[in-house]
């Protein structure tokens, strides 16, 4: 009797454990299987926003300066104003980078602008750095060559020779860099040559700057 009772008791056993590991299972696999139906719900609600996106057509972000009509006479009127102003320097700075921007987005052609900038291309001019890149801003591909020569050659009168620290020599040559970069034939055979004897100058950073940063290295 009292082997038939540990018989039952141990078949009760395994039958219980039986039971626990097949419940086990099936709540992994009731579990995955929820995930998994998750899953391609949000994969289908992406997709449907993907859709609806696409049928919208493609999101067109416009600043200020591409949406001003007639810019050209915008950009004239603006330039009048800055040249008789009275304004502060840093209110000028600002009508500036406008003219320059509307220069360089449009592609205009006011040709004045040039040589009043580089009024300020002086080392001791206060924020000359900030001048400059609007300068670099405002030149594109369809602006004469002979127009921006005069430019290029007063930046290297003032910020690339002997006289100057390696860091204004350095924003001499960038700015170089960048204007012919947007109008390759401003820059003239002379200049060029005159240009490439820094490969040798006697600071390093002027030097690893000018091969690094420039094609003048390959004259």
Request: a positive charge.
């Amino acid at each position: 009797a009292d082997e038939e009772g540990g018989e039952k008791l141990g078949q009760s056993i395994r039958m219980a454990m039986k039971m626990i590991r097949e419940n086990a299972c099936g709540a992994n696999v009731s579990s995955k299987k929820k995930k998994r139906e998750r899953a391609i719900e949000r994969a289908k609600e992406k997709l449907k926003k993907a859709e609806k996106k696409q049928e919208l057509g493609p999101k067109i972000e416009q600043g200020p300066i591409s949406m001003i009509y007639d810019p050209q006479t915008f950009a004239e009127r603006l330039f009048s104003k800055l040249r008789t102003t009275k304004e502060a320097f840093s209110v000028r700075q600002l009508m500036m980078n406008v003219i320059s921007r509307l220069v360089n987005e449009h592609c205009l052609f006011l040709l004045n602008l040039y040589p009043f900038l580089q009024r300020y291309l002086q080392a001791h001019v206060k924020n000359v750095t900030t001048i400059m890149s609007f300068l670099v801003q405002s030149c594109h591909s369809k602006i004469p060559p002979d127009v921006l020569e005069p430019i290029v050659k007063a930046i290297a009168d003032q910020f690339v020779n002997d006289r100057s620290r390696p860091e204004a020599m350095a924003v001499g040559i960038n700015s170089i860099r960048a204007i012919c970069a947007r109008q390759p034939l401003c820059m003239n055979a002379t200049l060029l040559h005159d240009l490439s004897q820094y490969k040798d100058h006697r600071d390093k950073s002027v030097r690893a700057y000018l091969v690094s940063q420039t094609p003048i290295s390959n004259v």
